[in-house]
């Protein structure tokens, strides 16, 4: 968003401008609740944060990230249990 508006979004005479954390924390909480298979890493995020104004892309971002990684590959948990142990 800071590329396509570097400026931010204006919005009924006010400016909102992109907040790179906001990103950083969004791909983080996708990238653990791909890999568990898990929706609820978006409640632990938001706990760990605080921040409730991020909670509706942190979960959708999570929930988006679940989806694909069910389609492509079984979750961390499965591939544990399917894994013999020597």
Known sequence: AAVVLPPGIHNNGT???????S???AGAAAL???ATHTISTAMIVYELTGQIN???PILFA????????QCLQPSLYDSLIRTPLH
Do not use: K, R, W
Not at 15 to 21: C, E, R
Not at 62 to 69: D, H
């Open 15 to 21: 400016l909102y401008t992109p907040v790179p954390g």
């Open 23 to 25: 990103y950083a924390v």
């Open 32 to 34: 653990s609740g791909a």
């Open 54 to 56: 991020f909670i509706f």
């Open 62 to 69: 999570v929930i988006v990230a679940n989806l694909v990684a």
